[in-house]
């Protein structure tokens, strides 16, 4: 089992930056290939950035390219969504995902772990 758990959501300005943290515990966090997600209000869950177990491979939304980045430090079994230029479309609950691997991975159901969600809302 591994139990993740987001932080650093919150209500800010169009403009402004926020940086979620996905903490990861139970299992080796360097085996696991870790994705961000999110779901806007009367929108289905999607994917906004993936990123392989070694950190060198990165996918990212048509949405978010340029404006988000994912990163991750095994050392502190954390992976980070950093969101620059935030905007009002960006409003959703975001959730982070696991699943053992060595790539990245773009689809949902491809991911066996989940996170509880964190609010991120952007204020015009």
């Known amino acids: 089992q591994v139990q993740l758990v987001e932080s650093g959501g919150g209500l800010v300005q169009a403009g402004d930056s926020l940086r979620l943290s996905c903490a990861a515990s139970?299992?080796?966090?360097?085996?696991?290939?870790m994705g961000w997600f999110r779901q806007a209000p009367g929108k289905e869950r999607e994917l906004v950035a993936a990123i392989s177990w070694s950190g060198r491979s990165t996918y990212y939304a048509d949405s978010v390219k340029g404006q988000f980045t994912i990163s991750r430090d095994n050392a502190k079994n954390t992976v980070y969504l950093q969101m620059n230029n935030l905007k009002p479309e960006d409003t959703a609950v975001y959730y982070c995902?696991?699943?053992?691997?060595?790539?990245?991975?773009?689809?949902?159901?491809?991911?066996?772990?989940w996170g509880q969600g964190i609010q991120v809302t952007v204020s015009s």
């Open positions: 995902a696991a699943r053992r691997g060595t790539g990245y991975y773009t689809k949902q159901q491809s991911y066996d772990y």
């Open positions: 139970g299992r080796t966090f360097s085996n696991y290939a």
